[in-house]
């Protein structure tokens, strides 16, 4: 099999789902069902926030941005898969190609964690410190926070994705995986590798730990506040402005440190995939779907413009 055209770049192939036509066209539909969702569900969150004055809040603001996240990360390896799936050659993509998806699923999938972390910390100053949350969420304060987990992600995928294309690639370029996942690619590399696989797995803790320790610590004292508070109802209600937060913080880390937070060498391509299909296709869904049923004033607002659509028609 060639690995390089007359141009001399250098291909990569993308290890088959399966070789059964059945068994493809199948996960094509779940996997399109699941695209388009997204697609539905995250520009639905944006567009409720948007017409909604009283969800002008720095909550729902870092909500949105997290369904835009959700919106691109779901373009950057949703349509690729889907076009594998459909494809009857092997299907295969360019370094610079891979470079690209790479950095951006790093850049997105970091950014996820690091707003996370700030969620958490909202959460925090709006149950511990609620005389004061409109001067310390101050939507400068809240700005600088998106921009700040932006900016410290992009350098992140930045890195990653340099090491990656200064690498020298012979031999086997099948990569065993669905996307140009790090550990996968770096399989396939030539020489010393030790150096990329301390380096990723350095940035993966810092990106996953530090902001797991900073929504632990937030909700230490969010829960410590809450038993505080004398009425049951009261503790319900403070809770439930958490449960949604939590909920996708669970989801987060348990299929990220799962693949990542592990030497390179127990690495396992086939548990990567699995667990890959958890959130890159699930979480895009399943996060805006979490804040929307468990939140009443986003539900109303979604509500609201579904029967206006409705009236107008």
Request: with cysteine; glycine share 4%; aromatic share 14%.
């Amino acid at each position: 099999m060639e690995s390089e055209n007359n141009t001399g770049l250098t291909y990569f192939y993308f290890h088959p789902f399966s070789t059964i036509p059945e068994v493809r066209l199948l996960m094509f539909v779940f996997f399109l069902v699941l695209f388009l969702l997204s697609l539905l569900v995250n520009p639905a969150v944006l567009l409720g926030v948007h017409n909604e004055r009283s969800l002008h809040t720095p909550m729902y603001f870092f909500l949105s941005s997290l369904a835009m996240l959700e919106i691109v990360y779901s373009f950057v390896l949703a349509p690729l898969t889907l076009a594998n799936l459909l494809s009857a050659k092997k299907p295969s993509i360019s370094l610079p190609g891979c470079g690209t998806q790479m950095f951006f699923f790093i850049f997105l999938g970091s950014s996820d964690c690091f707003l996370l972390s700030v969620m958490a910390y909202d959460r925090y100053v709006a149950i511990c410190q609620p005389l004061r949350y409109s001067s310390i969420m101050s939507w400068k304060v809240c700005t600088a926070l998106v921009a700040g987990t932006f900016t410290i992600c992009c350098l992140f995928g930045m890195q990653i994705t340099i090491l990656i294309l200064r690498l020298p690639f012979c031999g086997n370029h099948e990569i065993n995986h669905f996307f140009c996942d790090f550990p996968a690619v770096l399989k396939l590399a030539c020489g010393d590798t030790h150096a990329h696989h301390a380096t990723f797995f350095i940035i993966c803790a810092i990106v996953m730990v530090i902001p797991f320790l900073l929504i632990l610590i937030s909700y230490i004292f969010i829960v410590r506040a809450i038993l505080r508070i004398s009425t049951t109802s009261g503790r319900q209600r403070a809770f439930s402005t958490c449960s949604s937060h939590l909920m996708l913080v669970i989801m987060q880390y348990a299929c990220a440190s799962v693949t990542y937070l592990r030497p390179g060498s127990r690495y396992s391509s086939q548990e990567g995939q699995v667990v890959s299909i958890c959130y890159t296709f699930g979480t895009p869904v399943l996060n805006p779907l979490i804040y929307t049923m468990r939140n009443r004033e986003l539900k109303d607002a979604l509500t609201k413009i579904l029967r206006k659509y409705l009236l107008c028609k």
